[in-house]
């Protein structure tokens, strides 16, 4: 069973800046799919991050430029790093592990981003 620990969230003026973590537990990490997800009040949720095993990073459309994922197969670890929030930005950020076989699909509790104008 994997464990998935977001933490990083909080409060922050437009324009300002934070940095999700996503501490995962359990072998093999560095063989899954990792993901970040959003979801607004009212509003379906979005991916935001894809960070595959030795691959390219993908961005939703709407964080590009802005937002950075990453990862550290050493620490276990992902990350995102949100630069020029915007208060559309609010929603709860949710990190999500995948792989590497189709029923190995785990989430995190989630943390809280609000963007005051």
């Known amino acids: 069973q994997v464990q998935l620990v977001e933490s990083g969230g909080g409060l922050v003026q437009a324009g300002g800046s934070l940095r999700l973590s996503c501490a995962a537990t359990g072998s093999i990490f560095k063989l899954r799919t990792m993901k970040w997800y959003r979801q607004a009040p009212g509003k379906q949720r979005e991916l935001v991050a894809v960070l595959p095993p030795g691959g390219t990073t993908n961005y939703a459309d709407s964080v590009k430029g802005r937002f950075t994922a990453s990862r550290d197969n050493d620490k276990n670890t992902v990350y995102l790093q949100m630069n020029s929030l915007k208060p559309e930005d609010t929603a709860v950020y949710y990190c999500?592990?995948?792989?590497?076989?189709?029923?190995?699909?785990?989430w995190g509790q989630g943390t809280q981003v609000t963007v005051s104008s």
């Open positions: 999500n592990a995948f792989g590497p076989a189709l029923f190995n699909d785990y």
